[in-house]
């Protein structure tokens, strides 16, 4: 890896530690979930980085893709598992980490930080990929818990979240090897037992994915705000209303965009039973001893 992109990544990281320790210093029941999460987004730009997508603040059984909606009036409760996924970017070079707070005692988010510290300590240049997951799932295994079974971690690349390779939580057989310099994100979730997300609502979460002729104003507006600001990484209603767009509209104007395939969207992933999940995720870059960019 080029020097200069080594600093942006660990430039990146290091944004995104300083903001997780003063989240976690701040945070309690009572908080309004979009209080948190302007406040991160305020806070990496303040920084010199910019938001490499929405911030996801996931309360319990939502799992992934949660991101404050318009004015969202929901606030933290004392027994709330509260997972807050941010990522950073610095000239599209991505730091992707995630970190859950509860207000009471929980085993299973110390749980989860082990088995992201095992699958850590199993990164090498050479390492196959079965590797990385055995150490993650036999961690979490011992623990007494389960993972969500169809969430992964993944590789990344400049100005895109999710590359290959695909890197489960569970035991597999992926002979995929990871090489020196590759840039990594993994990303356990843990539940009481194994289980599972299906996609849910509210949708609030879009990417870019390819120009097409619009005529709608605002769909014009938001493919060339999605495509030249946002470079393809993901946007939110909440951004749009923010640059002036009304949220009518921009909920109109994207729904035509995604039938078009102009964009794609995210939708909110729900633990299919309603069990309480968390989460913690660093992005690495693999070395014979890995660096840990968001640490
Ligand atoms: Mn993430
Ligand atoms: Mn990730």
Sequence with gaps: MEKDVLEKYKKAGEIGAKIKEEVLKMIKPGMKIIDIAEYIEKRIIELGGQPAFPVNIGINDITAHYTPVVDDQTF???????KIDQGIHIDGYIAD????????????????????????KAVRPYVKIHEVSEAIYSEVERSGFGVIVNLTGHGLERYVI???PTIPNTRNDSQYELKE??????????????????????????????PKPVRLPEARKILEISSKDHMGLPFCKRWLVKRGLSIFKVSFALRQLEMTEAVRSYPVLRERE??????????????????????
């Design 97 to 120: 980490m995630a970190y859950t707070f509860c207000s009471e005692r929980n085993e299973m988010i110390k749980a989860v930080e082990r088995a992201l510290e095992a699958g850590i």
């Design 76 to 82: 933290i409760k004392p027994e709330d598992v509260v």
């Design 274 to 295: 309603g069990k309480p999940v968390v989460q913690a995720e660093h992005t690495l870059i693999v070395m014979d001893k890995p660096l840990v960019i968001t640490k």
């Design 181 to 210: 310099g590759d840039v990594i994100a993994l990303e356990p979730f843990v539940c009481e037992a194994n289980g599972y997300v299906k996609e849910s609502e509210p949708v609030e979460i879009y990417s870019f994915v390819q």
């Design 162 to 164: 999710h590359d290959q």
